[in-house]
């Protein structure tokens, strides 16, 4: 079953949406209070999936929701939601969804957890990467822990709008990861069960349970 690599990744570091000219330590914490204070957020992106070794090279356009602990990501013919204690993987080809629970898989997070362990388990450093200082951005690197199947994550900042732009997540097997994110919109109009899977939406859907 083909899954989207930045079902989970991704969505611990779309809460780093703003820094402000301190230690890398430092804007971590003033990133923490600016993401608690937003309702929900929602952001346009572009995924680049890179590996020069086996050619590969392939960029999809999609959306992503965050209220806290709960998301929604669509990404070509593919849609993920959360309500925090669920998570619903729907394939469009095969109308198919899998059932998990939030917090299966030994790396399994959530925005809310990367948050609170990323003091213990990340080390951030600012470096200089030539093609965000092009575009007038900063670049902070994170290096987790031993253990994790990454080696590296690059961010790219906008100081002066205290943004993230861009993210790079680097893995043990050459592959690079990168997302653009083009938007960011704060505090939408969400309904009650907008991170709920609704199956009568998709007839004939078949149901993996996974739990």
Do not use: C
């Not at 590969?56 to 939601?81: M, P, R, W």
């Not at 290096?143 to 961010?155: I, V």
């Amino acid at each position: 079953m083909k899954k989207i690599p930045l079902t989970l990744t991704l969505l611990g570091l779309l809460a780093f949406t703003s820094f402000a000219q301190n230690t890398a330590d430092d804007l971590i914490k003033k990133v923490v209070d600016k993401t608690k204070s937003y309702k929900n957020l929602k952001i346009d992106f572009v995924y680049t999936m890179l590996n020069e070794k086996a050619g590969i090279n392939e960029s999809k356009s999609g959306l992503l929701y965050l209220n806290d602990d709960a998301y929604k990501i669509t990404l070509e013919g593919q849609l993920v939601i959360s309500d925090g204690k669920t998570v619903w993987t729907y394939l469009e080809d095969s109308n198919e969804v899998m059932v998990s629970n939030a917090g299966d898989g030994e790396e399994a997070i959530t925005p809310s957890t990367m948050l609170t362990s990323y003091y213990k388990d990340y080390k951030s450093s600012f470096i200089n990467d030539k093609a965000n200082a092009a575009k007038g951005l900063k670049t902070i690197e994170l290096k987790p822990s031993a253990g994790k199947k990454f080696s590296k994550m690059q961010l790219g900042i906008h100081e002066a709008k205290l943004q993230l732009v861009n993210l790079a997540i680097f893995d043990n097997g050459g592959n690079v990861f990168i997302y653009d994110l083009s938007k960011m919109t704060p505090d939408n109009k969400l309904t009650p069960d907008f991170f709920q899977f609704d199956a009568k939406k998709y007839p004939g859907v078949e149901v993996v349970d996974m739990r």
